[in-house]
């Protein structure tokens, strides 16, 4: 089927979702482009799309082997893997291990400074708001999660970083922080929380050990260059290259 006569269900920033081939999946179809502060920036990082499925497939495989379950089921092609279909949780999870971003503005924090313990930060998915931070208070209050289902998502994170903190020290990056999303999955009348969305170089600052070079989304943020070359080279350490290499990277825009 081409991907013109599939039924779009939503289209974020970073990509588009697709009715699935069977009841309960959707296809997650990977764009190039990028946007940056709440969408005032924009551009396309060529290749992107093909080297974030690849990864967040290599990720989302390594974390369902210690038992973290998430909407991740396989690989479809270059930039579409198929995926569970869940109630995403409108609440975005930060977890911080090292100061960066937003949280050096807030408190005068010298980047790169360890932080005392993992923090763990919450803000509501809302483009139009711009994503506000939020504190536990407001999402029980306003029902966005329960007070259980926030508990799951936090306790998954903290297990979600310790697993992803020592894979990537293996191939010579530090996790400095990351940004997850959570989804309801129901399976035989009961509900559970899972992981959803992407883990990516767009949503996770990864700062090679060695030289605190930044090989994430932080290049375009900040316009330092060589935006292709740090998703590839991600991609390279995790060893999930595309077997062509670089000259392979854009593939096929539509579906195979
Ligand atoms: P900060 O609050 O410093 O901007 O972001 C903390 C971490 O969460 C960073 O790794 C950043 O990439 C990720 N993050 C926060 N909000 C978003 C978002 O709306 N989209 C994406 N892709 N990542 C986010």
């Not at 599939?6 to 081939?21: D, N, Q, S, T, V």
């Not at 296809?27 to 482009?33: G, L």
């Not at 050096?104 to 139009?128: C, H, M, Q, S, W």
């Not at 050990?209 to 070359?229: A, Y």
Request: with cysteine.
């Amino acid at each position: 089927m081409s991907r013109s006569r599939r039924r779009r269900i939503y289209e974020g920033k970073a990509k588009i979702l697709f009715e699935g081939p069977e009841p309960g999946t959707l296809v997650q179809y990977f764009k190039d482009d990028a946007t940056a502060f709440n969408n005032q920036k924009k551009g396309t990082i060529t290749g992107k799309g093909v080297l974030n499925n690849r990864i967040s497939e290599f990720l989302m495989e390594r974390l369902a082997e210690i038992g973290i379950p998430t909407h991740f089921v396989r690989r479809l092609n270059m930039r579409e893997q198929l995926v569970k279909e869940v109630e995403i949780i409108p609440v975005e999870v930060m977890i911080r291990n090292v100061a960066a971003g937003t949280l050096t503005k807030r408190f005068n924090i010298e980047e790169g400074t360890p932080l005392p313990r993992t923090i763990v930060e919450y803000a509501y998915k809302n483009d139009a708001l711009g994503d506000p931070q939020v504190s536990e208070e407001h999402i029980t209050a306003f029902g966005w999660a329960t007070t259980q289902d926030l508990d799951d998502m936090v306790h998954l994170s903290l297990r979600i970083n310790d697993f992803l903190q020592g894979l990537f020290r293996g191939v010579g990056l530090k996790l400095v922080d990351f940004k997850l999303e959570f989804g309801r999955l129901w399976e035989n009348e009961e509900m559970k929380i899972v992981l959803a969305d992407e883990i990516s170089p767009d949503c996770c600052r990864l700062w090679d050990i060695k030289t605190n070079e930044k090989m994430d989304k932080d290049r375009f943020r900040r316009d330092l260059g060589k935006v292709e070359e740090a998703y590839q080279e991600v991609a390279r350490r995790l060893g999930v290259l595309p077997e062509a290499g670089p000259v392979d990277i854009e593939g096929p825009k539509s579906m195979q």
